[in-house]
């Protein structure tokens, strides 16, 4: 009897992409037997070929993710990722002014935080050299999931063979391994298979929605010595205001840029080779023939794919105590926010949070408690983020427009400087920009919406007490003194009034 009470659970895991390898790694030191399928071959394989069909996309590594990492106690395994990265201190901004180029940097954090560019194969193979060293954790590579009972926790999986089609048996079906679990994490990205088989049992609420843009891989190369072309230390952005140009710095010492324009743009570049390196030159100056030659422009532009953009919400994010989707599969975000990646890994630091808090992890209990008890960690973790990744969502959509206009408007630059002075001078009030609470901490993103709103709010109000006070300062010196100031006198002790009015206001606050 005490062998069944205290026999292991076996988790399958389809996916081997960041975030599934993280999930495994989780349950494996939870004493799990855990099995990982993934379509692909092996990832770190430089000839297999990534599902977005490109070969080296940069991520931005921060707060979420690295937290979620050492949540992992594999303490190697993150100080070895991070060894690996480039930290981007914040936005360096490209324009043309008169003819001539200029930069304007723009730091993230008032305290001089930074987020962390990784290249995504040296993360993934972190991860999986981490795995394979890992007594109770089986790698599978080349399964397609094909179909799964949630309610008989079985799954089947299709053997593939590289560059060969799946030969059908006599009954003219392809040939398929039967696989039982006790429960499934679903980590197979935008076009999750396990997401699909997940929505025959459990009623889903989903919505997808590409947007109008395209999204194509570019490389500006190392200088002639080997170096930086420019600071390797920013991401840098060329706005455009229907598309951009931006630049992530990578291990090599060259950059991984992407341009993000409308459909109707990418057909306009591609008609002719000369519109694709005009159209540079008029909205990324800098850019063509600085950084990449027009014969490289055309090339890459020619060779690599153009492709769209998804974003998706879905709830709920599991079925009873038989799977759990995470990662893109249950909410592919657009990349302008930079938190794909950390809200997966994230995903499963509350979700094995929410797993060890009920009790599934409990040997003493019986295996019935214990799918009793992971049903109510998933649906736990459902409820909270479900609201979480709905608000990613919707910032991340948010920010593409901040990107391609707002880091250039004297009304954005204002809020952020107010901002930055109340988190560094009056650092008890809790203030933050958005950006610093969404990077640089692990507060709910919902709960950043809500904060963001309230310090909108105050803002809001400091700004029409100021332009009352401005105006009621003017009319007061008026009406007492009407002939007895010069414009410029006027203007002094106007100042000298607001400015008392609001060392009062901060200081009420300050100690309030």
Same mark, same amino acid.
């Given at each position: ?13 389809? /996916?081997? /992409? ?15 037997? +855990?099995? =990982? ?37 594999? #303490?190697?395994? !993150? ?81 593939? +063979? ?15 391994? #039967? ?5 499934? &994490? ?15 049992? %459990? ?5 997808? #929605? ?19 072309? !420019? ?60 950084? !990449? ?16 953009? =998804? @974003? ?12 759990? $989707? ?21 995903? $499963? ?101 809500? @904060? ?5 709010? $105050?803002? /809001? ?6 332009? &009352? ?5 003017? %009319? ?22 607001? @400015?008392? !009015? ?11």
């Amino acid at each position: 009897m005490a062998d069944t009470v205290r026999k292991k659970q076996k988790l399958v895991v389809v /996916g081997a /992409g960041p975030v599934g390898s993280l999930a495994a790694l989780y349950a494996a030191a939870r004493g799990d037997e +855990v099995e =990982i399928y993934e379509l692909r071959g092996d990832l770190r394989d430089p000839s297999t070929v990534p599902l977005n069909f490109t070969k080296s996309i940069n991520l931005a590594l921060s707060e979420r993710g690295i937290t979620a990492m050492r949540h992992s106690n594999r #303490e190697d395994l !993150i100080n070895n990722v991070l060894r690996g990265t480039i930290p981007m201190h914040g936005r360096m901004i490209h324009g043309r002014d008169r003819g001539q180029l200029w930069e304007a940097a723009q730091a993230y954090d008032v305290h001089g935080r930074a987020i962390n560019a990784v290249d995504r194969s040296t993360l993934n193979n972190a991860l999986l050299d981490e795995l394979e060293c890992t007594p109770n954790v089986k790698l599978f590579f080349n399964h397609k999931l094909t179909g799964a009972d949630f309610n008989a926790r079985k799954a089947w999986f299709e053997r593939r +063979v590289p560059g060969e089609a799946p030969l059908p048996n006599s009954a003219n079906r392809v040939p398929e391994i #039967e696989v039982d679990f006790d429960f499934m &994490i679903g980590a197979d990205g935008a076009h999750s298979a396990a997401r699909y088989h997940m929505m025959k049992f %459990a009623r889903v609420d989903y919505q997808q #929605e590409y947007i109008d843009t395209l999204w194509c891989e570019f490389r500006i190369p190392p200088t002639e010595d080997g170096d930086f072309r !420019i600071s390797p230390n920013h991401l840098h952005i060329w706005p455009g205001g229907e598309f951009m140009f931006i630049a992530l710095p990578s291990a090599d010492k060259s950059f991984t840029c992407t341009l993000f324009a409308p459909a109707a743009h990418y057909k306009h570049l591609g008609s002719s080779p000369q519109n694709l390196v005009e159209s540079f030159k008029d909205h990324f100056p800098g850019v063509c023939p600085e950084l !990449i030659s027009p014969g490289d422009l055309q090339e890459q532009f020619a060779t690599n794919p153009h492709l769209p953009l =998804i @974003s998706l919400k879905c709830k709920p994010h599991h079925y009873n105590s038989s799977i759990v $989707i995470v990662g893109d599969a249950a909410h592919a975000v657009l990349p302008f926010y930079g938190q794909g990646l950390n809200a997966g890994l994230e995903d $499963i630091r509350v979700l094995f949070e929410f797993l060890d808090k009920h009790g599934s992890y409990n040997l003493d209990a019986s295996p019935d408690a214990r799918r009793e008890a992971r049903a109510k960690a998933f649906q736990a973790y459902t409820d909270q983020r479900c609201a979480d990744t709905h608000a990613i969502n919707d910032l991340s959509k948010q920010n593409y427009l901040e990107m391609r206009w707002g880091v250039k408007t004297p009304l954005y630059k204002l809020r952020k400087s107010v901002e930055e002075a109340l988190d560094r001078y009056v650092p008890r009030l809790g203030w933050q920009t958005q950006y610093s609470r969404v990077s640089f901490s692990n507060q709910r993103y919902s709960e950043v919406i809500q @904060s963001a709103r309230w310090q909108g709010r $105050i803002l /809001g109000l400091g700004l029409a007490t100021t332009l &009352i006070s401005t105006v009621g300062v003017i %009319a007061y010196v008026f009406w007492k003194k009407p002939r007895q100031h010069s414009p410029g006198g006027l203007l002094r002790y106007s100042w000298r009034r607001l @400015s008392s !009015i609001w060392v009062s206001m901060f200081r009420t606050i300050a100690y309030a």
